[in-house]
């Protein structure tokens, strides 16, 4: 059973371009949606993370929409940059202490 | 302030033997997770660790054991390996198991087993 689904596998984009990645969840139990960024060689490290109180959240360039009816939440990249140029994992969880359950990933790849 | 730090940084073995990975959590962090990552796919939760005892277990076998320390630094053993546990190794530690305690991952272990 997958529980996790995250789409597409992977997106080429223009320096300044947007980036949308999409992640579909199963587990109603879920209360807790991050967003990994993971560069080769290097272990996740997280990027945003948003709960179900709220439909939006904006840190920077980077912004989480969440969908609870759906059970769908998206990552957008703002004005993307080569540096942002890594594989992007979802990975919802109880909490976020608890269990992450991580999505295929997407692999972004900005060209300058 | 350190991270979270995992040793060794690769690993080569092949079938049959066993392997120990170690992780050492950010400070202030109590609780460790383990989790596998095959090539190409996301990380995959093998269990998590407070307190000294195994909290939760994903679907991994009993052939992956764990332990914790009163350090909560941390281990994983893997017996009678197989091939398709190559994978890259990952750690990461929290602050306890609450809704706002983020995890925060090592660099992993790279495991081969030939």
């Known amino acids: 059973q997958q529980q996790v689904k995250q789409s597409p596998q992977s997106l080429i984009v223009q320096k300044g371009g947007i980036s949308i990645i999409n992640c579909a969840y199963e587990?109603?139990?879920?209360?807790?949606f991050p967003w990994y960024q993971q560069f080769p060689g290097k272990g996740p490290a997280l990027l945003i993370a948003?709960?179900?109180?709220?439909s939006e959240k904006k840190e920077g360039r980077f912004t989480i929409s969440f969908n609870k009816s759906a059970k769908q939440f998206s990552l957008h990249i703002m004005d993307s940059q080569p540096g942002d140029s890594a594989t992007y994992f979802c990975?919802?969880?109880?909490?976020?202490?608890?269990?992450?359950?991580f999505g295929g990933g997407t692999r972004v790849l900005v060209k300058p | 302030d350190a991270g979270v730090t995992q040793s060794p940084t690769h690993l080569i073995k092949t079938r049959g033997q066993q392997v120990t990975l170690r992780c050492s959590p950010k400070?202030?962090?109590?609780?460790v997770s383990w989790y596998q990552q095959a090539l190409g796919q996301g990380p995959q939760f093998i269990f998590q660790?407070?307190?000294?005892?195994?909290?939760q277990r994903g679907n991994f076998p009993d052939r992956f054991s764990g332990h914790q320390f009163p350090n909560y630094s941390s281990e994983l053993n893997v017996n009678a390996l197989l091939l398709g546990d190559s994978a890259l190794y990952l750690c990461?530690?929290?602050?306890?198991?609450?809704?706002?305690?983020?995890?925060?991952f090592g660099p992993g272990t790279r495991l081969t087993v030939l």
């Open positions: 990461a530690s929290s602050a306890g198991l609450g809704i706002y305690n983020e995890q925060f």
């Open positions: 587990n109603t139990a879920f209360d807790y």
């Open positions: 948003i709960r179900p109180d709220v």
């Open positions: 990975a919802p969880s109880k909490a976020a202490g608890n269990k992450l359950t």
């Open positions: 400070s202030g962090h109590d609780t």
């Open positions: 660790y407070y307190e000294e005892e195994e909290r």
